[in-house]
C-alpha cells in the first residue's frame, strides 16, 4: 500500500526556511499528484500546494510568493521549502498523495511538527 | 477561494445514534465534495470522495450526500470508535479548501 513519511527539522528560526522531505513508498511517485497540508495547533487544515513529476507545481495564494514544491523522481520524494517563516507557520506539516483539481487526499503521512517560536 | 462552512462546529451524541453533518460551499461545487475523519494526534482519514463515495475500508454506516453547495455527512449509528473529528473539503477548484471540523463528542 501507499505510504508516505515526512522528515525534516522540528524547530526553524523566524525569518528562516522550514525545509522537509517526504519520502512515498508502495507507489511511484510518477503516478498521482502529492500536496503538502498543514494544521496549526488547535486549528482546522490548510492546503499548502501540489506538485505532479512533470514539474507542474500549485500553491495557496495565501503562502505562493513562499512556498516552493519539487520531486526528486530517483528518490522517490518531493519536499517542500517555505521561506521568510514566522509564528504563524507552526503547524503539523503532513504530505499526501492527491492534490490535482477534483482529487481527493486519499493517503496521508503521520504529520510533523514544525515550530517556529515567538 | 471557495468557503467551507460546517455545521455544527461540535456535537454530543451517544453510541447508536444516527447523526448528521452538514457542509455549505460559498459556491456551487456540483460532487467535489470529500469527507475526512480525524482523531486527535493522527492524520485526517479519507471516508467520503465525490459525495457519496465510500472509501475502502470504511463502515457502511458512513453515507454523504448532496450537490452544488449543500452536503451532508450521516452516521447511521454510532460506534464508540467514530468520536472524532470530522472535515469536508472541496476540491472543485484550487485552492482547496476544507471546513472549519465537527467535533463528535461522546455525551
Known amino acids: 500500500q501507499v505510504q508516505l513519511q515526512e522528515s525534516g527539522p522540528g524547530l526553524v528560526k523566524p525569518s528562516g526556511t522550514l525545509s522537509l522531505t517526504c519520502t512515498v513508498s508502495?507507489?511511484?511517485?510518477?503516478?498521482?499528484?502529492w500536496s503538502w497540508i498543514r494544521q496549526r495547533p488547535g486549528k482546522g487544515l490548510e492546503w499548502v500546494g501540489s506538485v505532479f513529476y512533470r514539474g507542474s507545481t500549485s500553491q495557496n495564494p495565501s503562502l505562493k510568493s513562499r512556498v516552493r514544491i519539487s520531486v526528486d523522481t530517483s528518490k522517490n520524494q518531493f519536499s517542500l521549502i517555505l521561506t521568510s517563516v514566522a509564528a504563524a507557520d507552526t503547524a503539523v506539516y503532513y504530505c499526501?498523495?492527491?492534490?490535482?483539481?477534483?482529487?481527493?487526499?486519499?493517503?496521508w503521512g503521520q504529520g510533523t511538527l514544525v515550530t517556529v517560536p515567538s | 477561494d471557495i468557503q467551507m462552512t460546517q455545521s455544527p462546529s461540535s456535537l454530543s451524541a451517544s453510541v447508536g445514534d444516527r447523526v448528521t453533518i452538514t457542509c455549505r460551499a460559498s459556491q456551487s461545487i456540483s460532487i467535489y465534495l470529500n469527507w475526512y475523519q480525524q482523531k486527535p494526534g493522527k492524520a485526517p482519514k479519507l471516508l467520503i470522495y465525490l459525495t457519496s463515495n465510500l472509501q475502502s475500508g470504511v463502515p457502511s454506516r458512513f453515507s454523504g450526500s448532496g450537490s452544488g453547495t449543500d452536503f451532508t455527512l450521516t452516521i447511521s449509528s454510532l460506534q464508540p470508535e467514530d468520536f472524532a473529528t470530522y472535515y469536508c473539503?472541496?476540491?472543485?477548484?484550487?485552492?482547496?479548501?476544507f471546513g472549519q471540523g465537527t467535533k463528535l463528542e461522546i455525551k
Open positions: 508502495g507507489v511511484s511517485i510518477k503516478t498521482y499528484y
Open positions: 473539503h472541496q476540491s472543485s477548484i484550487t485552492p482547496h479548501t
Open positions: 499526501v498523495s492527491g492534490g490535482l483539481e477534483h482529487d481527493a487526499f486519499e493517503n
